[in-house]
Structure formats: C-alpha cells, structure tokens
C-alpha cells in the first residue's frame, strides 16, 4: 500500500504521533498511512518515482539497494552519515532521519566527485550496481580523508558488481578525492580528522524530527509502535506479547521480502534511549541490546583486539549499521557470529519483562534450536560482557566460502589464561557446529591444566571430536566442519605463539 505523502520544507510543524517525518533532499517529509512493513526501498522506487536506486536480491547482500541515513546522536551534538540496504529497511524506520539516495549527489553542473571518477576509470559496465557503490563509496569519501586499500574493500565489501569487476571500482576509490570541489556540503569531501561534519542547518532540521512523545499508528491491517524508553517498551510489549520486536530488520526484512510473513504488530527498539546506549564499568562491557553492530564492535574490539577480524568480517558495513547485536543474539542462529565469542567471554544478558528483570548468562539462553530461554513479553536489554585482565588471550575464527558478507560454516571462538607454559583456564565455543552455538567442553577440559604445546592440542582435537556431530548442508559437510574447526584451534595455537598472522587478509590490518 503506498504511503499518504507531504512536503512540508524544513520548518518544524505540529505533527500528530501517527505520522512519520524525514528529511530527503533538504526537505522534509510527512507520511501518513505506512504500511509498517513498506520497505524504503518500495517507497522510493514506488512512491516516489525515484529509480536510481535498484533492487537485485532484496535480502540485503548485493548492495543495489544501498541508500544513505545521517542521524543524530542521543545528545544532540554530532550526526552520523552511514549506509543502509533499503530493500529490508521498513519505511517507519525512517523517522527522524535524513535520506540521502543516488539522485542526492548530482546537480545541474555536473557529477559528483565519486560518479565522476567512476565514469573517468570505467567503473560500471550494466550499470545495474553502480548507484549502490556510488553510495558506499560516498560514505567513505565523506568520511575517510585518505582511505586505505584494505579500508575501500571494507566499504565496498556490501556490493556485489556482476559485470566490471572490481579493479576499476578500486580505482575511482582512489581518485574520487583528486576532483575539484566547490563549497556544497555533498561535494566536500571528508576532513582531516575524518569527522562527519554536515552543516548546521541540517542538524537543526534533525534537531526539529526528534520527537518526545513515541510513535503509533495502525495501517493497512498492521500497528507499528516505536517507543522512547525501556519501561514503556515493556508496558507495550505486556500488552501485546503477539508482536515481533523488530531491531534493524536484518533477519526481519527477509522475513517479509522473502518468506512473505505478515507482521501484524511491530513493536521498534531503535528509538528506546536506553536500549541504545553502552557503557565500559570496571568490571563490565554492557551494551544495549539495540546498539548497532557497528557500535558494539567498536566498544568490544577496543577491549578485545583479538576480535577485531571476526567483527570486520560480519555481514558488511551496512549490515553492520542497521543490525544490532541484541538481534543477533535473540535471533539465536546456530551460525550467528557474534555468540561464540560473548559465550567464551562469560557474557550474560539482562532479560526484561514488564517491571521485573534477570539476568542468564550466555552459556544457558539457547536451549535447542531456535528455542531460548525467554518468555512471552520478555526481551533483551542489555548484554553485560566482563572486562578481563589484559594477560587473557581472547580469539576468534570465522570460516566462509567468501571472505566478506557470508555465512559461516564454521566460527571458533577461544579465550586462554596461561600461568608460564601451564594452562590455568581454557575455553572454546562454537557456531556452525550443532543446533545451537555452544561450549566444547571435552576439548576444554583436555587443555585445562596442561602445558600449552602441541602434544596438548592434539589430545584437545580428539576430544573436540566428542563434542560435536556437525550437520552436512550445502555450506560445508559433516566431516568438513569437524576437520576445519580442530585446524582452527591448531591455527589459534599458532597465534598466541606469535608462529602465525593474526588476520588471514593479504592487506593486514593497517
Ligand atoms: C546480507 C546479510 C548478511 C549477514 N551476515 C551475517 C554474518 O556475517 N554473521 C551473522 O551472525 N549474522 C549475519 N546476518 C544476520 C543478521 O544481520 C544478524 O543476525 C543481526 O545481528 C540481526 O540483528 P537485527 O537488529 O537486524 O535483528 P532483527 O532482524 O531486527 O531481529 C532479529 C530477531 O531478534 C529479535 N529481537 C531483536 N531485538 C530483540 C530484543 N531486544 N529482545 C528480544 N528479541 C529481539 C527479533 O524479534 C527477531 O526475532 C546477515 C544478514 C544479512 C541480511
Ligand atoms: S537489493 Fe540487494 S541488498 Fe538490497
Ligand atoms: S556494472 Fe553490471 S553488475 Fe556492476
């Protein structure tokens, strides 16, 4: 059903709680009657007439779809300018944001910078791809004054190109900053310090979106609620224990463009202040079960480096911007990335419903597959990880036939204490492996106590084989899984030897 849609210019008017409001091109949009499962995508192509951007697998992996969202913080002060998949963003998500698409960038006078490089290096063949990567690489020119090569894959790690390959998109990467510019924000590229610093009118027109009182409306057949704190998502969510919690949509966007379920009441973490905020205790890392992945890698890789590639290597950048970790964690995937490591960390969850609140650890919420330990109403808050002492070795490995955007078929993820050659504690969780992600408590036990050399890992691997019968699917067989992941300790041995790379990238980390 197509949206009722206002033009309204940047001036704040008086809107009622059931109209959803945004800002695209400088102007400010006023939308009643959003099918709350209307994709942005749908509505820009469909609504709007806006073609430029395309749709090619609708499930957030190609990137034709690639589309940009500048947002304000929680304080007021600073803006973020990130890339999101449209075909599984739902258009009431948009509340409060800016929009920027492909027709965003070129003016009368000409391209803009980064679609004149692509044009001058021959960057788009079919051109079916070419406003996704326009986009992505928008964001890194706006954002990184002097990418590296390993950066310019990394931004462009959620585009897929069919036709022209991807040297000569590199290439336009690395031209894109040589343009001469004028003094039109768009065209500016990033600053020095790779800041995001749009003008001031545009954060005062994010300023003016920003609403006090939440969001709800019902239409065509569905109600979308979008509430502004913990206490009154939990009132909501008691009320109406039928509704899906949707976080940012990437496991739930497929649902509806894929399996063609019908969500009849939506319930959005993604304006709950408290959902959306980390903080770093003495003794905890505990983030909001509705910050970002690429939030939450920030905090989390920032106390354990050893994590860094596992999280660069999750789904891609706007992926990582739309989903959050709380999603990936009550999403309960047997492959889900990020678990094995929260799980050898010793990280628990705050579990909430209605008033009352508790706390399960990690090791104990997944109880079969797709079957967790929470109950009607109940949901995630915050994820409490522990802070450990520095002499810890944390690790993780994820296995997947391509190196970005891919499904695992296997994720090892470790943590070692070491007392001398002597290990004190060992622990080794798993995706990819069983029904559930979760503990090889075999191979701990064969490694706790004993020296740390390979005699060790070997006894380990054998006693790996007792913890797990892996399934045979089209990602990797039985026999496969089980032989990869006891390689992956061995290669894990390896490194906290220093005998090893860390990262398994050509271009390393710099
Ligand atoms: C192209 C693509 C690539 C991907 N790559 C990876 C990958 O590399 N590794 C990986 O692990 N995953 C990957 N995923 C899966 C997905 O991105 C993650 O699982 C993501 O973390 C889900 O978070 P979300 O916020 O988008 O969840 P949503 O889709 O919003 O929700 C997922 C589920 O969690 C529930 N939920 C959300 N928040 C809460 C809460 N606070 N309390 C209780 N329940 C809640 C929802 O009701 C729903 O059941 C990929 C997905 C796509 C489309
Ligand atoms: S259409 Fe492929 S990522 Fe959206
Ligand atoms: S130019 Fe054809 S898919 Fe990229």
């Known amino acids: 059903m197509a949206a009722d849609v206002t033009r309204q210019g940047v001036s704040a008017i008086d809107t009622p709680s059931n109209t959803i409001r945004f800002i695209l091109d400088g102007e400010r949009y006023e939308l009643a009657n959003v099918d709350p499962t209307r994709t942005v995508l749908q509505f820009l192509r469909e ?14 992996d190609c990137g034709a779809c690639t589309v940009v969202l500048l947002e304000l913080n929680a304080e007021g002060d600073d803006v973020t300018l990130r890339p999101v998949n449209s075909c599984i963003q739902f258009l009431p998500t948009l509340d409060g944001k800016e929009l920027l698409t492909v027709e965003s960038l070129a003016r009368e006078d000409g391209l803009h910078p980064v679609q004149q490089a692509m044009v001058d290096h021959h960057g788009s063949q079919c051109g079916f791809c070419t406003p996704g990567f326009v986009m992505s690489l928008f964001t890194l020119y706006k954002t990184n004054p002097k990418p590296t090569r390993r950066e310019i894959d990394d931004a462009l790690a959620g585009n897929l190109c069919r036709c022209t390959g991807y040297r000569p998109i590199v290439a336009a990467a690395e031209a894109m900053y040589d343009a001469e510019t004028d003094t039109d924000w768009l065209r500016q590229p990033a600053a020095q310090d790779g800041r995001f610093k749009p003008p001031a009118v545009r954060v005062d027109a994010l300023r003016d979106l920003q609403r006090e009182a939440s969001l709800q409306f019902a239409a065509a057949g569905r109600s979308f609620f979008a509430p502004l704190t913990a206490d009154e998502l939990a009132g909501l969510f008691a009320n109406h224990p039928e509704a899906t919690l949707l976080a940012g949509g990437t496991d739930i966007g497929l649902w509806v463009t894929k399996q063609h379920r019908e969500l009849e009441t939506v319930i959005y973490t993604g304006r709950v202040a408290e959902l959306n905020e ?5 003794s905890h890392i505990e983030i909001g079960a509705a910050v970002t992945l690429a939030d939450a890698m920030e905090v989390i890789v920032a106390n354990y480096p050893g994590l860094y590639e596992l999280f660069w290597r999750f789904a891609s950048p706007p992926i990582r911007n739309a989903g959050t970790l709380g999603g990936n964690i009550a999403n309960g995937s047997p492959i889900g990335d990020s678990m094995p490591a929260l799980m050898v960390l010793g990280s628990s969850l705050v579990l909430r419903r209605g008033r009352s609140r508790r706390e399960v650890s990690l090791d104990d919420f997944y109880l079969d597959y797709q079957v967790k330990d929470l109950r009607a109403a109940e949901f995630v808050e915050t994820v409490r990880i522990p802070v450990l002492s520095d002499d810890v070795i944390v690790g993780s490995h994820k296995l997947s036939k391509r190196f970005d955007q891919d499904i ?3 994720c090892n993820a470790y943590r070692l204490e070491l007392d001398g050659e002597t290990v004190t504690a060992f622990r080794m969780a798993c995706g990819g492996m069983a029904a559930t992600v979760r503990r090889a408590h075999n191979c701990e036990a064969a490694v706790t106590g ?3 050399n390979e005699e060790t890992i070997d006894a380990a691997c054998k006693a790996f084989a007792r913890d797990f019968e892996p399934i045979s699917d089209m990602r990797a067989s039985a026999g496969y899984r089980l032989r990869a992941a006891q390689n992956l300790l061995r290669r894990f041995y390896l490194e906290s030897r220093g005998e090893l790379e860390e990262s398994v990238y050509a271009y ?3």
């Open 278 to 282: 980390s903080r770093v205790t003495a």
């Open 408 to 410: 695992s078929a296997v």
């Open 450 to 452: 004993k020296p740390w």
């Open 508 to 510: 390393g980390r710099s």
């Open 47 to 60: 609504d709007l007439g806006r073609k430029g951007t395309k749709e090619g697998c609708a499930e957030g």
